[in-house]
């Protein structure tokens, strides 16, 4: 009797995180060989428009996995029609290994979602569940959601502390297209990524007309996020017509003004690495203040853009002195675009409407009382932006 660890997921592309979880998996749970299974179509997401064939995905999942000597890789959901189900797949399964241990492997994120999946019954009929988790998760949750899942399933649940690669395909997709993600992803796998052209990896991406600008960075964020992109941009543009800077600078920086959002913190500390963005002691100890500074470098280096545009992007998250009214609209339409829900963003919206000055100050306002509150250090160039908009006002 085998036991056998069952690892779906689109890999798109397989990475390194992948592996490292893999490993772990087998060495703590003992496991006599893990199955590789890419989805055909994930039921728990949808694949983003520049996802490559399932027949790119399977063999760039084979690549990764040679690595692995228990490991292989199975085309059982490519070879079925329609939503590639768990429960189908451990159910085709359990024919070729009727006598075997299965042990589903994922991470936290699924796990509390399981109970919402297609026939979750018949998952727990078939196998373990096995989760791995970090030391920074909520044990408590996941032990309440276990214990949940037995009681209404009788799901067998083991927790697997794995301190893997904290990256998402969503990330890797993003700097394969930065051309940064080299230690991310194996040679072999690059090799096949770059010969096929997948993922932006060799396209030139300077001087996109505004509808492929935006076709080609929204495929490089987290889907929860694009509309709020899309709201920042749009709002940009028209508070640019209204106050007389450059609409097309203004809905460029809209599309583009969190192309590095989907990076962790680690990630965007190894981009400002990659192209050699030298970083305070203040940036380094906050790095999720960065997409601003990191998507102001990729915007110039990646697509092109003009100084006016990777500027507005640089300051959208602090402000600074001295802020032209393109910038100041980039920071604003982040702020308050119609996605946003917050107290106080009707009277933000308001004072956009009237005076540019007026809303920032209160935006600055309402950011640093927010950080003082949480006994966080507030960024100098937000502490400049406000002297330089006090002066101003009094002034006026």
Known sequence: MARIGIFGGSFNPPHEGHILAVREF?????????????????????????????????????????????????????????????????????????????FLLMGTDMFLS??????????????????????????QQLEA???????????????????YLPHSSTSVRALLAFQAAQEYVSPAVMDYIVKNDLYFSRDDLKGLSFDRLQ?????????????????????AERLALKYGADPTDAKRAGILHDVTKALNSQEQLKLCDHYAMILDNFERLNPKLLHAKTGAVIAERIFG??????????WHTTGKANMNTLEKIIYLADFMEPNRAFDGVEELRRLTETNLDDAMYLGLTMTTQQLKAACRE?????SAALRWLKERKQNR
């Open 378 to 382: 507030i960024d100098k160039n937000s």
């Open 215 to 235: 076709e080609v960075s929204l495929c490089l964020h987290n889907k929860k996020r694009v509309p709020h992109v899309i709201g920042c941009s749009e709002t």
């Open 305 to 314: 853009e003009n100084r006016a545009v990777c500027d507005a992007i640089r």
């Open 145 to 163: 959601c276990a214990e949940k899942l037995k009681q209404a399933l009788n799901l067998q649940t083991v927790f697997v502390e794995n301190e």
């Open 26 to 102: 087998q060495e703590k749970l003992s496991l006599d060989r893990v199955l590789l299974i890419p989805a055909a179509t994930p039921p728990h997401k949808t694949l983003t428009a520049n996802s490559p064939a399932a027949s790119h995905r399977l063999e760039m999942t084979r690549l990764a996995a040679a690595q692995l000597p228990f490991a292989e890789v199975s085309d059982i959901e490519l070879r079925r029609n329609g939503a590639s189900y768990t429960a189908d797949t451990l159910d085709e399964l359990r024919s070729s290994f009727p006598k075997d241990d299965f």
């Open 114 to 139: 399981l109970a919402t999946w297609y026939h979750p019954e018949r998952i727990a009929a078939q196998a373990t569940v096995a989760v791995a988790h970090r030391s920074a998760d909520s044990a």
